[in-house]
């Protein structure tokens, strides 16, 4: 007769088995006749639920590793898009030229619906676009980018109505996300799109303020 006091409970079997992995492994009959219960259809064998969770393993492996050649694929493209933009912008002789380069290549070779240059001061050559806007600093319109254009780093989401408006003006409802980059010293640009997840809080911002720098550092062989 068996001690009822010493009988093991289910849990105390299962922990048991945890802390001994290789059980099986000494009685490999046990494992052949195990059975395991699934959430669909009859039980399985401990064997082929064992190689059913690999499998499954499997796939969801080979998913993420599928994931990150996609971005690193679309990484590489950016960075040679960024490349491409850099090269067309020192290739410029004037500073309007440089302006209307960098505006084009936003639209064309980044795919940006609606592109918004502000700048602090006027360029030579330079006016009459329905994308810039030239705006004094010390204007009260641009209290609402304060923060931005004082830390220096790119914005993405859903912007503030005010901000809106200001740089989309009658296009302004149509605009569901943007990227705002701050241009140190100069102003800043503004990426519009009508895809609500186009641009959202969160996301990467390296290849923004690349591009970013990329008009600063061009537009300043004519800061004399």
């Not at 009988?7 to 299962?14: F, I, K, P, Q, Y």
């Not at 499997?58 to 971005?71: A, S, Y």
């Not at 960075?79 to 209307?100: E, F, K, Y």
Request: aromatic share 6%; glycine share 6%.
């Amino acid at each position: 007769m068996i001690d009822k006091t010493d009988a093991l409970g289910a849990h105390e079997v299962a922990a048991w088995l945890r802390r001994t992995p290789r059980f099986l492994q000494q009685f490999p009959d046990l494992a052949m006749t195990l059975v395991v219960p699934r959430d669909e259809g009859s039980a399985a064998s401990l064997a082929s639920y064992q190689l059913e969770v690999l499998r499954e393993k499997n796939r969801e492996l080979n998913r993420r590793l599928h994931d990150l050649f996609g971005n690193a694929q679309e990484n590489e493209r950016l960075s040679v898009r960024i490349h491409q933009l850099t090269l067309a912008l020192m290739r410029q002789n004037t500073a309007a030229d440089t302006v209307r380069a960098f505006a084009a290549s936003l639209a064309e070779d980044f795919n940006g619906e609606l592109v918004r240059v502000v700048l602090f001061a006027p360029i030579s050559g330079l006016a009459d676009a329905d994308w810039l806007q030239i705006i004094d600093p010390a204007d009260a319109r641009l209290q609402a980018f304060r923060d931005c254009l004082v830390d220096g780093e790119p914005l993405c989401g859903r912007l503030n109505a005010d901000k809106h408006e200001l740089l989309y003006g009658m296009h302004a409802p149509d605009v569901q996300s943007s990227a705002l980059l701050p241009l140190p010293g100069l102003g800043l640009v503004a990426i519009g799109s009508r895809d609500g997840n186009r641009f959202f809080p969160g996301m990467g911002t390296l290849f923004l303020r690349m591009i970013g720098e990329s008009l600063v550092t061009a537009l300043a062989r004519y800061a004399r």
